[in-house]
């Protein structure tokens, strides 16, 4: 190898180590093909637990990105070829050392053949722009259950997969238009099978390339447990999961968005009441049930209207929503809310998204409050954040006036 390649091998092999410490958490494996006439050797280096092990001619050895680029350089010296392919979850970086000298190149990830003809389902909208592609998301929609063991789309999981990917549409503005360049920190409260913290996971990462983390919080052990195996079988190492109660669960200082889907109950307040404690810059909340407020409120004046259970129950099921979007109004966020999927399939359709754009809002606090007061409620959303502001501590946007 000549001198002027041996210098160019040691900056490209610098900036292959430089990913391997700062992407740790999104790298595949990395393979050394070493060529000597008609003979090769291959090395591998893949990830066990947090540290990273180098395979190579029969031995193993626990290695960190330096020794193993500085390994590479030293096999590339004695051979007549080398080549280093290293794989993170959304790309393909490719060394080559050859006689005519030292070549990088980085390409997207490719959908195979077979991920190829498994996506082409006559029953999918041939017009939509799909954000989870079959063809390039086949491990994780294999994983959630969307396609068989053999990659092919299960025809009775088409709505499902449908619904999944029109809720990352509708969130998907919140990180498009985000130009920030620090890591995302996504927050799934009351996370069930974490489906949806997968596909995030996935969305963030491999189809807008940020670096991002997810924790998944729930108080059943057991879908904690398998969220943990699933994340193990993807290779999803920056997703950690917590089996905890939302009512003292204290979240990180760093969170950039509270997700929350079909949470039962008060647990979609909780999320909220998380998600306001933590100054999450978004939420996206998708409620469920909620009865909390079904034998509290009162409607003056208008007492026959609810005299039928059914009405009563969907005046509680407006109420409840919109009290909780005019609170995250008083709490500085600007609020929107849609349907994201058609009432055919669940009455439960509401998405309630915010941005959070300052400190308190004192009209919508105004608003809410004599709405609570005419209706004579109190939520657990109403008690949380009232120990919020029982709370004493002192933010940075405090110290700056």
């Known amino acids: ?86 794989t993170e979850r959304s790309s393909v970086v490719t060394l080559s050392v050859t006689a005519r000298g030292v070549q990088m190149k980085q390409a997207e990830r490719q959908a195979t053949a077979e991920e190829k003809a498994a996506a082409a389902n006559p029953l999918l909208d041939p017009n939509r722009q799909y954000l989870i592609r079959v063809d390039r998301a086949a491990a994780l929609l294999r994983e959630i259950g969307i396609l068989t063991a053999d990659g092919k789309l299960k025809n009775d999981m088409i709505r499902k997969y449908n619904q999944i990917d029109h809720y990352v549409e509708l969130v998907a503005p919140m990180f498009t238009q985000d130009d920030s360049d620090d890591e995302i920190v996504l927050l799934d409260c009351a996370c069930g099978k974490s489906y949806l913290s997968f596909v995030m996971n996935y969305y963030l990462h491999e ?4 670096r991002c983390r997810v924790i998944g919080v729930d108080i059943n052990e057991h879908v904690i447990a398998e969220s943990r195996a699933m994340a193990k079988r993807l290779g999803y190492h920056n997703m950690r999961f917590q089996c905890a109660d939302l009512r003292t669960y204290q979240p990180p200082a760093d969170v ?19 998600a306001i404690r933590a100054r999450a810059k978004y939420i996206a909340c998708v409620p469920c049930c909620h009865k909390e407020l079904l034998d509290q409120y009162t409607l003056p004046g208008l007492e026959p209207l609810t005299k039928f259970g059914v009405f009563k129950t969907r005046f509680n099921d407006v109420l409840t929503d919109s009290m ?26 509401l998405l309630i998204r915010a941005t959070r754009v300052g400190r308190d809002n004192p009209r919508a606090r105004r ?19 009232a120990d919020m502001d029982g709370e004493f501590f002192i933010t940075d946007d405090d110290l700056l006036g």
């Open 207 to 210: 189809v807008l390339h940020r």
């Open 1 to 86: 190898m000549q001198k002027g390649d041996a210098a160019k091998l040691k900056l490209l092999l610098a900036g292959i180590s430089a990913r391997l410490t700062k992407n740790k958490d999104f790298f595949v494996q990395a393979t050394g093909t070493f060529i000597s006439g008609k003979k090769k050797f291959e090395a591998r280096l893949v990830r066990e637990g947090e540290d990273y092990c180098l395979r190579f001619q029969g031995t193993e050895r626990t290695v960190d990105a330096e020794a193993f680029c500085t390994f590479f350089a030293e096999q590339a010296e004695k051979y007549d070829e080398a080549v280093l392919e290293y």
């Open 256 to 274: 950039t968005a509270v997700i929350s889907l079909h949470a039962c109950d008060i647990a979609t307040d909780l999320a909220l009441a998380t």
């Open 324 to 349: 909780r979007a005019l609170k995250l109004e008083a709490k500085g966020y600007k609020v929107s809310v849609v349907e994201y999927i058609s009432p055919l399939d669940t009455p439960k359709n």
């Open 367 to 385: 608003e809410y409050d004599a709405v609570r007061t005419l209706l004579g409620t109190t939520s657990e959303l109403d008690r949380r954040c």
